[in-house]
């Protein structure tokens, strides 16, 4: 989704930076505002820029801890970036009419909404009734909860225009499935809301039926779903103009990548005041892993050089890696404070610094800057340094794509190789787990 910048933003941020207390916080949010250009015109400006300088006001609201404020700026984020809808927006802040009253239009829609609401429960409980004279209020209400589930999944049939219809039992449906993907732990980011898909899915729904333990369709809809976001990861790992943040984006909600010690990412990400951790990552013990990221292709200077002979990591990567220390020297400090507010495990947590690719330099083989990387990993406790490629060839192996990331081979051959790949090793798992 486009980043979103207009008028209520403006207001927004323009009370937001009424309320800053420092004179650091109120300049980067008067950055923001001069970037969205506002005051009348009608091309507000929005884009990753804005989405930065939004960004680093709310960074400069917080090492000011001025916390309201740094509030107020993750809603202009959030309304930015698509995650709070204008209406919501525009009541949460009172933006028009002076704040004196609530939007009129948005009330008369609720109040539709309820009456409309209340007279298809009304008349579905007297059809019930009718037809179950004998029932009891137990069973009235059972009915009408289920057809309320059901309701989820509406549909409109396209030969009966203007006319709703409501499959009875899909909800049931829903909730078996729902309950399939939690019991074998398949890696989704939200299981009911997979299982809705799926039993909205007539093409789905018929493979769990031909699939005796209805597992199958889940585990390879999951493989898919991990190749396609490692195809996008490369894509922007390549992309020699790709920022940090838009790394941050593609590596999202795919803790897997990192292999499978890590059980989930934590909600928050500011665990030390003025520092903020890229991706915190958590084991299956409930400890920390912290990932920094750095850039891939659009690194500006060189990720190893020549020294005595060898080739040994350049500035950056020990530039990178300072940071990463230092973020777990401020995780040991807060270690008490951590655990008792978020119960996160910090003591001796560790980290991943992601920086560069092979391709930065070209001059320099591919298995030589590994080598060096290795050699200097070999030398830290509780930091390990990758780039990128690397990273994303250890996990195309774990997908089972043939010959994913070796020296000397081509590890992304496209897309449709490397799916091929994926569907032919669940069907054989799928057919050697029927003939047992």
């Not at 923001?32 to 939004?54: C, D, P």
């Not at 732990?185 to 031909?210: F, M, N, W, Y």
């Not at 092979?358 to 200097?376: H, K, S």
């Not at 195309?396 to 043939?402: D, F, N, Q, V, Y």
């Amino acid at each position: 989704m486009a980043t979103r910048s207009d008028w209520a933003l403006e207001l927004q941020l323009n009370a937001v930076k009424d309320q800053a207390a420092s004179t650091a916080t109120e300049s980067a949010i008067e950055s923001a505002l001069t970037h969205i250009g506002g005051s009348g015109s009608r091309n507000r400006r929005g884009g990753k820029q804005l989405i930065s300088l939004l960004e680093e006001a709310r960074s400069t609201a917080a090492q000011a801890e001025d916390w309201q404020v740094v509030r107020l700026l993750q809603d202009s984020l959030d309304y930015a970036e698509g995650r709070i809808l204008k209406p919501e927006f525009e009541e949460r802040y009172r933006l028009f009419q002076d704040g004196q009253q609530r939007n009129d239009i948005l009330r008369d829609h609720m109040s539709m909404v309820l009456w409309a609401g209340s007279r298809f429960v009304t008349g579905k409980a007297k059809e019930f009734l009718e037809g179950h004279p004998g029932s009891s209020t137990a069973e009235l209400l059972d009915h009408l909860s289920s057809l309320g589930q059901d309701a989820l999944f509406l549909e409109a049939p396209p030969n009966r225009p203007g006319r709703y219809a409501i499959p009875r039992g899909r909800a049931e449906t829903a909730l078996w499935i729902e309950r399939v993907i939690r019991r074998e732990r398949v890696d989704v980011d939200d299981a009911a809301v997979e299982a809705h898909r799926i039993a909205t899915s007539p093409e789905a729904l018929a493979l769990l039926a031909a699939d005796s333990d209805g597992q199958m369709v889940f585990r390879a809809a999951e493989l898919q779903r991990r190749a396609a976001g490692l195809d996008r990861l490369r894509a922007v790992a390549e992309d020699r103009t790709a920022t940090e943040h838009d790394l941050q984006t593609a590596l999202e909600g795919q803790h897997w990548i990192f292999g499978g010690r890590f059980v989930g990412e934590a909600a928050q990400r500011r665990l030390v005041p003025g520092d903020e951790i890229d991706i915190p990552l958590i084991r299956g013990d409930g400890s920390l892993h912290i990932v920094e990221l750095k850039r891939a292709m659009s690194l500006p200077k060189p990720l190893v050089k020549r020294h005595r002979g060898a080739w040994v990591p350049a500035a950056e990567v020990h530039d990178a890696v300072g940071q990463a220390i230092n973020y777990l020297v401020g995780l040991d400090e807060n270690r008490q404070k951590i655990q008792g507010e978020l119960g996160i495990e910090t003591r001796r947590a560790s980290a991943v610094v992601l920086i560069g690719h092979p391709g930065v330099q070209p001059d320099v083989p591919e298995q030589e800057i590994n080598e060096a990387l290795r050699t200097f990993n070999s030398h830290m406790s509780r930091v390990e340094v990758l780039t990128y490629k690397e990273l994303i060839d250890n996990a195309e192996r774990s997908l089972g794509s043939a010959g994913a990331g070796f020296a000397g081979t081509s590890p992304h051959t496209g897309n449709g190789d490397r799916r091929s790949s994926i569907d032919q090793r669940f069907l054989l798992m799928s057919l050697d787990r029927r003939g047992t």
